[in-house]
């Protein structure tokens, strides 16, 4: 929210010199953060001048320019200026905004005597646009058409509001009272104690009536009406040729807010000024009167950007007899805009649901300060002072007259008191607040306080929905009274008490990878059914998923059951940047529903949860698991002398399988897989415990490059919980054998369709104990073996604990081996 300085000063006493750190340092005190300062972008001389005579000069190039004398002085010896135009909107007597050398303009673009066109041009004759005052570029700025007759020589910066600064805060969700310049004011009264003025209570309200109005929500959501609230008013007569002032285009600018016409920017002046969202309708455009209901299906509306939109059941719609006229709190339709031709005016001022319109602008795509406006809360009191506002400033600065009809429907009811007992702020907050001092605050906020017996009785303003219960109260008492009140007091921690073993565990997982050279990553954990299928399951089937019910993006509204397609967005992100050699990894939680979850009802906040809620609520969650993804792209060695690139493969994701189990202590089998996901024949899948815990290996390419990576990508995915609760509670050490081993090799001819892991246990279980390694060293397929036959080497190393073994032992034991893997794969040894 950008507030500026002389507007602010309008509604609360400022300082004489008051700058933007003395106003941010006010409102951050009172819980606001400092966002920005926006200056003044105009230092001086920049005069008031009139035209005395030009002359037109054809040039060379076909262009004509105007060497003009303007006088910006009543006496002098530099009274008269000699200026080059190249604008030809204006007219001897004219008087007009001269830019004098030394001056510096929007840019910045400083002004100095300069010789162009065969003559010393000594200044500038200003347009809008160079002013600050908007986009007309088309000429210079006549001060006539604002409505101004100053006196040669006036400053021309204080004239037009150009010195002014505005400052700009963020404003959290919970308090949209603040998102108006009424809202800033009050709580720079709160800091410094200054007097406030409330610019609605300025208004004196004349209602309209006999304006059909009809409020037909018959689908609220969440059993709230989609609209509690519609003033109208009319004007007619306004001049359609009439400009925003000069003050209000500043003004505006500074805010962030563009000009476009005068019956708009009055609109968008009145909503930055008392926080209220309005409208205005082309009256003679309208069909009959309003409605205001929800979409039909199939409905489309045509919005002021020219975007026809496919309205959903959940829109909020108005209408008039002609159908949809406007998506409620978002943007207007087409139909009734005010255009250069508009005459009489039908102004609107609502009260919305918060959700509805919310919702709405997240469908269509259309963020605009009304809907953020309403999606945080609008004072459901302030509408008829707002559609005063605009019709006040349309009868003065449009000329317009102010008409009866109109309509007045507020539907707001005062909230039940609020219980605050005595003590309850002190014991919360940790300061013994007088009951004085509790009092002014609440009262100064605009709340309702009555004393009890008890305690207090306090009604929140109708512009603080955010105040719910007692702890928001203590909350406002701490903010405002200033939160260097509050001690600070650390806790001790008790004594024996650390991380905990599965904490533990992860960390020592995240640091083996990190250690191997991994980048640890972070992505969002929002996806979409089609993805959760690809990854979350083997077969690609559609699986249990968790789907938010207010998502911030409706295409990714489930939550992950996989870690590894945001790691490979990851990926794809950096790629995309040139960073083509990669190897990342994530750590971290998903969502894996089992049965059916939400909670009936949700505790109170106000009170601590029994162990009952606890379970209740514990029992409704979906498991969430954490997992452990990691990506090789591009080359795991760069190229280098005497080295050539290697690129990434299945080895690097099985390298860091491996690294995990001597991380975690667990040892990971590795068999032969099949994953969806995964290229058919370089998948692995990972078993802790006889239990499937993941998989690793290439993706497949047509995955890798519907996502902009190369075709082969290495990535594994492992469930870091389940690896956990496989953790052994104890380790039996191995002793140290002395005695030197014996090492022999076996090649086996087995069908193709046999994995070596299978082959290799087989043989690891008939040589008995005194095989201590079995590493598989080449896998052969070619001359001299059938087309279904592979040879499959192994590295064997016998060793015995109490003494040097012959080779006859050895080969003994490797022949026992042999004769298990035949009896069961039918398998022999190679010739």
């Not at 989609?226 to 805010?255: E, Y």
Request: proline share 6%.
């Amino acid at each position: 929210m950008r507030i500026p300085a002389q507007q602010l000063a309008e509604w609360v006493d400022l300082p004489a010199d008051v700058d933007a750190h003395h106003l941010h340092e006010a409102l951050v005190s009172v819980g606001f953060e400092e966002e920005d300062v926006h200056p003044a972008e105009i230092t001086g001389p920049v005069v008031v001048g009139q035209v005395l005579e030009f002359t037109p000069e054809e040039q060379s190039n076909g262009k004509t320019i105007r060497w003009c004398q303007i006088r910006v002085a009543e006496s002098g010896d530099d009274a008269v200026r000699g200026i080059v135009c190249g604008a030809s909107n204006f007219f001897v007597g004219d008087k007009v905004v001269v830019s004098l050398p030394g001056a510096v303009l929007p840019g910045p673009f400083p002004i100095a005597a300069r010789k162009t066109y065969g003559h010393v041009s000594d200044g500038m004759i200003a347009s809008a646009r160079e002013l600050g005052l908007g986009d007309e570029h088309d000429g210079i700025l006549r001060l006539e058409t604002l409505g101004l007759d100053p006196e040669v020589g006036t400053d021309a910066i204080a004239l037009l509001g150009l010195d002014d600064f505005a400052v700009e805060i963020n404003v959290t969700p919970d308090r949209g009272y603040a998102m108006s310049i009424r809202g800033v004011a009050r709580e720079y009264a709160h800091a410094t104690g200054r007097a406030f003025r409330d610019p609605a209570a300025a208004v004196t309200v004349t209602p309209g009536t006999g304006f059909s109005v009809t409020l037909a929500d018959d689908a609220p959501i969440r059993g709230v009406q989609g609209c509690s609230g519609f003033v109208t008013r009319v004007v007619r007569g306004i001049n359609p040729a009439a400009t925003t002032p000069a003050w209000m285009i500043k003004r505006l600018a500074l805010m962030g807010v563009r000009s476009i016409s005068l019956p708009v920017d009055i609109s968008n002046y009145v909503m930055m000024e008392l926080g209220q969202p309005t409208h205005c309708y082309d009256l003679d455009a309208l069909s009959g009167g309003i409605t205001v209901r929800r979409a039909r299906a199939g409905e489309t509306l045509v919005t002021l950007d020219e975007q026809t939109r496919t309205l959903s059941p959940e829109d909020l719609l108005i209408t008039d007899e002609s159908g949809p006229i406007g998506l409620a709190g978002v943007m207007g339709g087409a139909s009734t805009e005010v255009s250069e031709t508009t005459t009489n005016i039908l102004v609107e001022a609502a009260t919305f649901d918060p959700v509805t319109i919310a919702r709405s602008a997240r469908r269509h795509k259309l963020p605009s300060e009304a809907s953020k406006r309403f999606a945080r809360g609008v004072d459901p009191l302030v509408s008829q002072a707002a559609a005063q506002r605009v019709v006040n400033l349309l009868v003065e600065l449009a000329g317009g007259v102010a008409d009866s009809l109109g309509s007045t429907h507020i539907g707001y009811a005062a909230p039940a008191p609020l219980d605050l007992p005595a003590g309850f702020i002190r014991n919360l907050i940790g300061v013994d607040y007088t009951p004085a001092e509790i009092e002014s605050v609440l009262t100064d906020i605009g709340a309702a306080v009555t004393t009890t017996s008890s305690g207090y009785a306090v009604v929140p303003p109708s512009w603080r929905p955010d105040i719910v219960d007692a702890p928001s109260l203590a909350e406002e008492v701490a903010r405002i009274h200033g939160y260097d009140r509050i001690p600070s007091a650390l806790p001790v921690a008790p004594p024996g008490r650390g991380i905990s073993a599965s904490q533990a565990a992860r960390r020592r997982v995240a640091q083996v990878l990190a250690a191997s050279g991994l980048t640890e990553t972070l992505a969002y954990p929002f996806t979409n059914s089609a993805t959760n299928a690809l990854f979350g399951s083997i077969e690609g089937e559609p699986v249990p998923e968790m789907t938010l019910a207010n998502a911030l993006d409706p295409d990714n509204a489930q939550l992950r059951v996989s870690v590894l397609p945001g790691l490979l967005d990851n990926a794809k992100r950096n790629v995309a940047r040139g960073l083509t050699n990669l190897a990342i990894f994530e750590l971290g939680a998903v969502f894996t529903p089992q049965a059916p979850t939400g909670s009936a009802s949700i505790p109170s906040g106000t009170t601590a949860p029994s162990a009952q809620d606890l379970a209740e609520l514990y029992a409704s969650t979906p498991a969430q698991p954490w997992h452990v993804a990691a990506a090789f792209v591009g080359s795991v060695v760069a190229k280098q002398p005497g080295q050539s690139a290697v690129a990434a493969s299945i080895a690097d994701a099985l390298d860091a399988v491996r690294a995990i189990s001597v991380a975690t202590g667990v040892e990971l089998e590795i068999r032969q897989g099949r994953h969806a996901a995964f290229h058919p024949g370089r998948c692995a899948e990972v078993f802790a415990a006889g239990q499937s815990v993941g998989f690793a290996g290439e993706i497949l390419p047509a995955v890798a490059t519907a996502r902009d990576l190369p075709r082969v990508v290495a990535a594994l995915e492992l469930d870091v919980s389940a690896i956990i609760a496989a953790i052994p509670d104890h380790v039996e050490a191995t002793p140290v054998r002395v005695y030197p081993a014996a090492t022999q090799d076996l090649s086996l001819v087995v069908n193709c369709e046999v994995a070596a892991a299978d082959i290799r246990d087989a043989v690891v279980a008939g040589a008995g104990d005194l095989l201590e390694s079995a590493v598989l060293v080449d896998d052969y397929r070619g001359t001299g073996l059938d087309d279904t036959e592979k040879s499959l080497t192994f590295a064997l190393r016998f060793r015995a604990a109490d003494r040097t073994l012959t080779q006859a032992e050895a080969t003994e034991a490797k022949l026992a081996g042999v004769a298990a893997a035949a009896a069961q794969f039918d398998c022999r040894i190679r010739e």
